[in-house]
């Protein structure tokens, strides 16, 4: 990141309403976000708290009339990642690792979905952290409809590393994959028979 551009994102940070109100907008025009359908409808100053709302309607129906599975899975996909990226700092790593969806019913009309992270959570990590440089966290969210009722559970899984440790096993996996790339192009001697 040049020096600009970071003097720049550290002013913004520096303003918690603004940072928000930014990332917000980001969300809402990130195109791989726009085409799930949802829509990012509330950031908290803080970064942990997102309420995403994913409406029915002609893009995101399904044959059967109700919301698109796909639609709905994708709707929870960069939340987490970004409220950890946010709240953690540029010192550590968070990467998406996966997910599991269950639907409980069909969803017939706009669905939200809360992402919540609390203080509680982030000393955790922070201490889980000081034993270990990686770590997986799994985090449920569910889509609820307007009635209260909840349509589908999404589980999203977390890999939070130390830039430190992930650069090295990053530096350690490349090493392994030049030796072996090495070993494979270098001939091996025939013996006559």
């Known amino acids: 990141m040049s020096p600009l551009v970071k003097k720049l994102a550290f002013a913004i940070l520096a303003r918690p309403r603004l940072a928000a109100a930014l990332l917000k907008i980001g969300f809402n025009f990130y195109p791989a976000i726009r085409r799930t359908g949802c829509k990012v409808s509330q950031i908290s100053t803080d970064v942990r708290q997102i309420t995403v709302k994913l409406p029915l309607n002609w893009k995101t129906r399904n044959l059967n009339g109700s919301l698109f599975g796909g ?9 987490y990642m970004s409220m950890l990226y946010f709240n953690l700092g540029e010192e550590y790593v968070v990467w998406d690792k996966g997910g599991t969806i269950r639907f409980k019913r069909p969803a017939l009309s706009t669905l939200t979905a809360e992402f919540r992270l609390d203080a509680a959570e982030l000393t955790e990590i922070h201490q889980l952290l000081a034993i270990t440089p990686e770590i997986t ?9 307007a009635k ?24 350690e996996r490349r090493q392994r994959l030049a030796q072996a790339a090495s070993d494979a192009a270098t001939p091996t001697s025939s013996k006559p028979n």
């Not at 639609?71 to 939340?79: E, N, R, Y």
């Not at 966290?137 to 409809?145: G, H």
């Open 71 to 79: 639609s709905m899975f994708a709707a929870t996909d960069p939340f």
């Open 148 to 171: 209260g009722d909840v349509c589908a559970e999404v589980d999203r899984v977390l890999y939070i590393a130390h830039k430190s440790a992930y650069d090295a096993k990053q530096r």
């Open 137 to 145: 966290r799994t985090y449920a969210v569910a889509m609820v409809n």
